[in-house]
Nanobody
Framework: QVRVVQSGGGLVQTGGSLRLSCAAS????????MAWFRQPPGKEREWVAS????????AYAPSVEGRFTISRDNANNTILLQMTSLQLEDTAVYYC????????????????WGQGTQVTVSS
């Protein structure tokens, strides 16, 4: 059984920083890469960033590029999301996700999701 467990998040003022972490375990998911998504209040879930495990190659949504950094710890199937210069519009529930296959990773399909963690940015 695959488990995806998140930690981190919380309340921060604009311009502040937060870090999220996520660990995947169990059989059935692809350790090829993982990703972060977020769902702002009243909006649909959106992709934030993803990372390939074998070379650490990251990809970011334009709205967070230059402010957020995704990294990984291959040995523990763990990813981190360091968020800096946080803005009001970054307020959302953040989700970590793992794909079932390598192909799913490249097609942005994720079957395994973390429990979600609230990030609130206040003025």
């Amino acid at each position: 059984q695959v488990r995806v467990v998140q930690s981190g998040g919380g309340l921060v003022q604009t311009g502040g920083s937060l870090r999220l972490s996520c660990a995947a375990s169990g059989g059935g998911f692809s350790a090829f890469g993982m990703a972060w998504f977020r769902q702002p209040p009243g909006k649909e879930r959106e992709w934030v960033a993803s990372i390939r495990f074998f070379d650490g190659h990251p990809a970011y949504a334009p709205s967070v590029e230059g402010r957020f950094t995704i990294s990984r710890d291959n040995a523990n199937n763990t990813i981190l999301l360091q968020m800096t210069s946080l803005q009001l519009e970054d307020t959302a529930v953040y989700y970590c996700a793992a794909p079932s296959t390598r192909s799913d990773y490249y097609h942005g399909r994720y079957d395994y999701w973390g429990q979600g963690t609230q990030v609130t940015v206040s003025s």
